[in-house]
């Protein structure tokens, strides 16, 4: 595992960026694995200005994220799809039809996420995927467990996840408590893994997850095991990592 220091959000976006921007430029069909949130914002953004600049083109790449709640279709404001088509997809030339996410209204579990996981499997797995790490130790939806989920799953979620994910829901709406997310098998399999950490809010977390023992009660863990990921994180993340 590898950590790349950064000073701030904006300098970690650039480098976690500059890493995805390569990947594209080496493969330009590459599958990359995405990820919504706070965090890749800032990457996102980048991204799009090296479209913009005729740098990268995303007309082959195929993007697969990481999840969606359970119970919203993707015309919800907060739906992960909504949050993709609006930070990122229809801001660059990525063809719809090659971009992925769990189906929220499905009416069987069970068989969106067997789907899913084909889905993944016939794109022939993930070239590179990109991560945030929630305040619990989540990645994904993967939440605090006794075993590492293996495929894709319905999971309900944590109290500190409901509560994390309302500050982006307007008040009264009411926020999911189940959602359909990728399984630490794929995410595990991903050729490169790039996890981006900004904010002293996640500084306890980096700690535990990169520093501590490797264990599914703190599912980021196992990513010191994958062969190939780079943790982006600025200086207030990285706060409590002795030099
Ligand atoms: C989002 C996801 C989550 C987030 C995590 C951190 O698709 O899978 O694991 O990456 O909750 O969220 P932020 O970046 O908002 O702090």
Do not use: W
Not at 135 to 150: K, L, R, W, Y
């Amino acid at each position: 595992m590898k950590i790349i220091k950064a000073k701030d959000y904006n300098e970690m976006s650039r480098k976690a960026a500059n890493i995805i921007s390569a990947q594209i430029i080496m493969k330009p069909d590459s599958v990359l694995g995405l990820a919504t949130g706070s965090s890749p914002i800032g990457t996102y953004n980048e991204l799009i200005d090296s479209y913009q600049k005729g740098d990268i083109s995303f007309e082959l790449v195929k993007s697969v994220n990481l999840d969606e709640y359970k119970g919203l279709g993707g015309d919800h404001k907060q739906s992960y799809r909504y949050f993709m088509e609006n930070t990122l997809f229809s801001k660059i030339d990525i063809q719809k039809e090659n971009t992925y996410l769990p189906n929220g209204l499905a009416e069987n579990d069970e068989e969106e996420c067997a789907r899913y996981d084909d889905v993944i499997a016939q794109m022939g797995g993930i070239d590179l995927q990109l991560l945030g790490i929630g305040h619990n130790g989540h990645i994904a939806f993967n939440e605090p467990s006794d075993v590492f989920p293996d495929g894709t799953h319905c999971v309900k979620l944590t109290e500190s996840t409901i509560t994390a994910n309302s500050r982006l829901f307007d008040e009264g709406e009411v926020v999911p408590t189940y959602a359909f997310t990728m399984g630490i098998k794929a995410i595990m399999q991903a050729k490169k893994i790039v996890l981006i950490a900004s904010g002293t809010d996640k500084a306890a977390i980096v700690k535990e997850a990169f520093f501590g023992p490797i264990t599914p009660k703190v599912p980021a863990s196992i990513l010191q095991m994958h062969p190939d990921c780079i943790v982006v994180a600025d200086e207030a993340a990285l706060a409590l990592i002795n030099e």
